[in-house]
């Protein structure tokens, strides 16, 4: 259980590995400089997501935890958490493997069970993170540091740090990332088209409190324009 739940947490730096990568994108005019954070998103995305394999797993040597992203995870193999969120597919496939996780979970003894507004919620008995498997089909994890992310059928991913910075992985290929104090960066990458028009962004809803888990920290409000 507590290795399938750590795989969940990758989505998280996954997810702001590649958003972050997107805030690099040069004038929408200069489309190949679009073109290159995308490719160069998918390379960060996964490198992001290694580290976060090696300290969810502190005691794994250096070459066990580069290994992870290739490796599978989780109690039956699951496969391991998408990192590329260029490919048209990330969406849907992040949603297989929440899925996976979670019937995992509920096969598992030591899988500590409770309820919430929205759902099911299955919790690693080390209180490190939880996740609720809502009553309209969508996953939500929660950490114990009130950072939590979001899937849905759909395929949108939306992952919330400690801090409040966001990042959105939408069907459409349109990435948004905020930061902590409000810049934001929006671009899609399969058209390479970049948009400043941050001040109609709408921010995600936060999810509903998780027992014992801190309160899910609300996403930041777009304030400005992350710098190029």
């Known amino acids: 259980m507590k290795k399938s739940m750590a795989v969940l947490s990758l989505s998280l730096a996954a997810t702001f590995g ?13 489309s190949h400089s679009a073109s290159a954070s995308a ?15 090696a300290s969810a797993n502190p ?16 109690l039956s193999g699951a496969s391991a958490i998408p990192t590329d969120a260029t490919d048209s597919s990330y969406g849907p496939k992040v949603y297989e493997h929440y899925k996976e996780i979670v019937e995992e979970a509920k096969k598992d003894y030591s899988t500590k069970r409770t309820t919430n507004t929205e759902g099911n919620v299955y919790a690693d008995p080390d209180g490190s ?27 949108e991913v939306i992952a919330v740090t400690e801090k409040g910075g966001w990042a959105a992985v939408k069907p459409n290929g349109e990435i948004i990332n905020v930061d902590e104090n409000g810049a934001a960066s929006i671009m899609n990458v399969k058209t390479s088209e970049i948009s400043d028009d941050y001040q109609s962004v709408e921010v995600p809803k936060t999810p509903a409190p998780v027992g014992d888990f801190p309160a899910p920290k609300k996403p930041v409000k777009p304030t400005s324009l992350a710098a190029n």
Do not use: F, H, M
């Open 18 to 30: 590649l958003a972050a990568c997107s805030s690099n994108a040069k004038a929408p005019a200069e």
């Open 129 to 155: 993170i939880a996740v609720v498997e809502t009553q309209n089909g969508s996953y939500i994890s929660i950490e114990n540091d009130g950072s939590w992310v979001r899937v849905t059928p759909e395929g």
């Open 39 to 53: 490719s160069a998103s998918a390379n960060a995305s996964t490198s992001t997501a290694t580290s976060a394999s």
């Open 59 to 74: 005691n794994s040597s250096s070459s066990s935890a580069k290994e992870s992203g290739s490796q599978k995870g989780g």
